[in-house]
């Protein structure tokens, strides 16, 4: 992986967003897996206000059968959009086509695990300048997912966020399994902020906080939580979701757990 | 897997692309991994001609890293589309921006195992008459890759052809893990026409023939097998390339498998 | 791996094992995944009489749970050995410590898959000069599986068999996935005979006899299969057990199979 | 997995075993991967003494290949039985015929990841009332690991201490994928105390403190680590060993990481 020039040389520029500025202190990004409606929306907002950094939505959303719900779309960027006055933004795009608006309508562009070897994708986003969290594929190794940071370092782009989601394993209690190992290696090798995703890292609520302590132990540049107002009736991922109240108390032991390890410069 | 309602319950129908037909007798596809020149393609079609029935061959290539050859692109189909008269042609399809193009210059569109999750390529191709390959995603279960088809299916395109290519797992000698219990599988569930690529699914050349009839052994309706005029000098997968005359050999031994297992009621 | 020079330059002498010589022609191992009772034994010895070269049964189990099933023991060695007038044995040990009473009452001494790393068990069977089938472990990578017999090969036990019984990965429809690229590169890499456990493999009845036809096309030297009287009431793995009549019909598949390959030299 | 009676309802005695209280505070082991010496045992004494509760120390080792160093045996367990007054030693069983001598002369018996489903070793290390301590399986399911937790506490020792090292997945950069998603989940199910060995767990030295870390926050009951004197010039896993002055900052770090943990009550 040694030709990664990019990846490997490159000086990250300082990527803020908001109040958030990555790879400075712990930035926590939450919300629901699918934006649903303006209501929900806005009581996600109304929950993690002040806590959050920025709100994340799935507008148009990746699933496994065309029978399952494939998010509302177009309609889903506009409700984000009309809450980025109170807080940033994020959404995934899937399609090279929705580029422009997605945008547009969002403060970081999400590219998703099954999407991190979309290399038309990849080369379109490498070609903006806004922010770009691209997550780990569930199948792609360290060297993979850091081949594909450096396609879009590549096209002009220099601020990538990553985020680790968890791998495909042969375990099945959990959804995936969060691999913490590659938090640290990444961090290790380059200059790109890093952030963890313990919602589909475990696919079960209650290992959220403490798979988040231990990313933030680990040394992640950020979290980003699944929150539904009410996660039982969730559309999608409801064995995952916390409620706003249990992301305020994560996010408050999170906050203290890294305010305690720059401290003690552990 | 049982809202697939579908690909379950699909009547196949007949899909035929020259003398090939899929689901009938055996099916066998060559050429390189990627397009490199029209006198390369000349060679390939003129070594395997009369024994393979379809022409594959690279023109976008999906690579890991920026820095790998990424394919000539649109040269390389008209290259592909100027042997069409001789022998029908199959290509990948990266973008969907691409598919028009593609689909004009080629005979079967192919889907590669990166984007055997990228759903606005899978509704596009479902809006398509044209036959469709479907590679499984090299982490993706069969549950995954039969919702894929259904996607395509659900479109209004029944002409899917399904292609396993090997699984990710922790193996490191071979490049995949070759999994025939899922083309067995699928053949049992679906009508959908199930080809084996033993070229990726081992990644290694002198493993190539004996997949290959086991994969004919299984049940598969076809393979598709990579083929250079010189693989020591492909510019891509020179590992598991075969050269003409050991496609001949391979070709000659597959379907004499065939005849026999058809004759003989295996 | 190149140090393993017992495997890899070993001249294998003929494992001959009453009717079945291992690495000439396909020998076919048959019987139930437990011996429960003398009855059952004899039934599945009446049902497999003349199409199987040697009878398989477990006394010692290995079971995930203490509450599953254990086997029955020395009991269950002492029915096999009462058949061996008719059909030679095959059993699996467990334990170092059982190893003389099994050695004595069977004519195969098996290591399972989740014995295959266990070192003083290798050590032990390689001090004697009866045949081992060493079964792959469901996690082990070519290496370490060919390591595995390096040791037994090392103490001086030349009469090593090894049978690939699929690997873990992340696929749930079947039980595990078999990998016949291992079988290939086995075979093409030494002389030790190399049969195939499609019953394990697949770990669904209804896979079987097809990846059996594929193992043998492979270049498998044998096939092991788990045949019960009444599949349904099997004290353990019934979902993969054959009945003899199914048993029979794939036998008659494998060997015409073979004969062809043989005859047409593929 | 309803049906692990014992280990889901099990009231988890007090373990204690010198200095150290398993599931009361932060228990460290330390020490070499492999025995070596008398002089090396003492040094690492040395360099660990007041920072790490306990010794580890592989007298009989279990090694891929029968070229590979296979550990001193008996006499590398004598060196360590020749320190016990000084710290309390673990090392690790293989065979079932040394049990007796191992438990003469260790405080804590290893069963190690090969041999997480030896049973016949689980049931004989289940009759005595020595604190066992039983790595997880590189290839095993939650499941499975608790159910040989289980296999134990059925023959009567309630004093199992679980260890989570890594599982083998596809990522080849790290020498296992540690999955403290596990570690989490088998806290909130069971009574279990539960370590954490991130010197396996990602095969790399400069990985291991920040995985140390994370295994605190994620709740860990404690922390094996692999120390040498001498780390480049370890008989085995040299990759992976800190020298004794890297262990000392590490379990400082951890112990303080632990104290804020418990007084902020994360």
Redesign the interface.
């Known amino acids: 992986m040694d ?2 020039k990019l990846v490997f040389n490159n000086k990250s520029p300082m990527i803020s967003v908001g109040s958030a500025n990555f790879g400075q202190g712990l930035v926590l990004i939450a919300g629901p897996c699918s934006v649903e409606s303006e209501t929900q929306v806005r009581k996600v907002v109304d929950g993690i206000y002040g806590r959050a950094h920025i709100l994340r939505g799935g507008a148009f959303k ?6 399952d719900f494939q998010g509302i779309g177009l309609e889903g960027l506009k409700i984000l959009n009309s809450v980025r006055e109170t807080i940033p933004v994020i959404s995934e795009v ?4 929705d580029l422009p608006i997605v945008s547009e309508m969002v403060d970081i562009i999400q590219i998703g695990s ?2 991190m ?4 994708l990849l080369k379109e986003v490498g070609k903006l300048k806004k922010p770009v969290l691209l997550k780990r ?3 792609a ?4 997912w850091l ?1 594909a940071a ?2 879009i370092l ?1 096209e002009g782009n220099p601020n990538v966020i990553l985020c680790e989601r968890g ?8 959804r995936n ?6 938090v ?2 990444v ?2 090798k380059t200059n790109l902020p890093v952030i963890v995703d313990p919602s589909h ?2 696919g ?1 609520s ?2 959220v906080t ?2 988040s ?7 992640a540049d950020g979290l980003i939580i699944e929150v539904h107002p009410d996660p039982k009736n969730s559309v999608s991922d409801k064995e995952q979701a916390l409620s706003p109240g249990e992301f305020n108390t994560l996010s408050e ?1 999170a906050k ?2 890294r305010c ?2 720059e401290s ?1 410069s ?1």
């Open positions: 030709d990664l990746p699933r496994t059968s065309p029978y899937l399609d090279v086509r099954r999407n070897q979309n290399f038309p594929g569930m199948q190794t360290i060297e993979e081949s450096e396609y590549y791998i495909r394993t042969f375990e099945s209690y959990t399994t969060l691999d913490l190992n590659a640290v290696a961090k290790q890292g475990t079960r209650e290992l403490n798979l302590l231990a990313a933030v132990a680990a040394g032991k203290a757990l305690f390890l003690a552990l």
